[in-house]
């Protein structure tokens, strides 16, 4: 038996198990092509962008660290919209009349870094936990359609009044067709969505150096 055969003999519950699989398998692809495109533009833009911003700030030019962060050609950076936050608001604070203290002014900057920090990582982190839950239910998934496609197999034996392997072959491969498709689409989504993690990981390290690189220079600047 081919499949399109062992598909034609399936009932309405193993196809419908099928479909669901089928779109749990759809969902994981689009998802992992989508991030893998983000972080690979994040990393390629941060690049180039790290070195600009540092070459800004060592010469003094805020207004041109901030028109270059907030610039389209690193919207997928993440390091452009972490030390972006911090810039505008070490700028608003300054423009504003400069009546807070040191220790203030560097309160308010770290907290305005942090709070796009958790953004920032929160917009990295959209779409994977779905992966996560792809490849942990998949396989009960398609185990349903086996444990669905057995039964019939057997009520067919009962209906008939025929035993013996030869009865039940044919509708137990079809049933384990079902566990067959669950796992072809749990295993790369797991390995994507472990491969994603850890991007996002090293993401998060970036953010964390950055910030702590912006805040230590404005306590230079302001010293």
């Given at each position: 038996?081919?499949?399109?055969?062992?598909?034609?003999?399936?009932?309405?519950?193993?196809?419908?198990?099928?479909?669901?699989?089928?779109?749990?398998?759809?969902?994981?692809?689009?998802?992992?092509?989508?991030?893998?495109?983000?972080?690979?533009?994040?990393?390629?833009?941060?690049?180039?962008?790290?070195?600009?911003?540092?070459?800004?700030?060592?010469?003094?030019?805020?207004?041109?660290?901030?028109?270059?962060?907030?610039?389209?050609?690193?919207?997928?950076?993440?390091?452009?919209?972490?030390?972006?936050?911090?810039?505008?608001?070490?700028?608003?604070?300054?423009?504003?009349?400069?009546?807070?203290?040191?220790?203030?002014?560097?309160?308010?900057?770290?907290?305005?870094?942090?709070?796009?920090?958790?953004?920032?990582?929160?917009?990295?982190?959209?779409?994977?936990?779905?992966?996560?839950?792809?490849?942990?239910?998949?396989?009960?998934?398609?185990?349903l359609g086996t444990v669905v496609g057995v039964i019939s197999a057997f009520q067919?034996?009962?209906?008939?009044?025929?035993?013996?392997?030869?009865?039940?072959?044919?509708?137990?491969?079809?049933?384990?067709?079902?566990?067959?498709?669950?796992?072809?689409?749990?295993?790369?989504?797991?390995?994507?969505?472990?491969?994603?993690t850890g991007r996002i990981e090293y993401f998060n390290v970036e953010m964390d150096?950055?910030?702590?690189?912006?805040?230590?220079?404005?306590?230079?600047?302001?010293?």
């Amino acid at each position: 038996m081919d499949l399109i055969e062992m598909w034609n003999q399936m009932g309405w519950v193993a196809k419908a198990v099928a479909f669901i699989l089928f779109f749990m398998s759809m969902w994981s692809v689009g998802v992992a092509v989508e991030r893998v495109f983000t972080y690979t533009q994040a990393r390629n833009q941060s690049k180039l962008y790290a070195p600009q911003v540092a070459k800004h700030l060592k010469e003094g030019r805020l207004k041109d660290a901030i028109a270059i962060s907030s610039s389209k050609n690193y919207r997928y950076s993440h390091l452009a919209k972490v030390v972006l936050a911090g810039l505008q608001e070490y700028q608003f604070q300054q423009e504003s009349g400069g009546s807070l203290s040191r220790e203030d002014l560097m309160d308010t900057v770290r907290r305005s870094i942090q709070r796009a920090s958790a953004l920032t990582a929160n917009d990295l982190k959209k779409g994977v936990s779905a992966l996560a839950t792809i490849g942990s239910t998949a396989p009960f998934v398609g185990l349903l359609g086996t444990v669905v496609g057995v039964i019939s197999a057997f009520q067919g034996i009962a209906t008939s009044g025929s035993g013996g392997i030869g009865a039940v072959s044919a509708g137990i491969s079809e049933a384990l067709v079902e566990t067959a498709l669950g796992l072809v689409v749990a295993i790369p989504a797991v390995w994507f969505y472990n491969y994603l993690t850890g991007r996002i990981e090293y993401f998060n390290v970036e953010m964390d150096n950055s910030s702590s690189e912006l805040v230590d220079y404005f306590i230079k600047k302001t010293a």
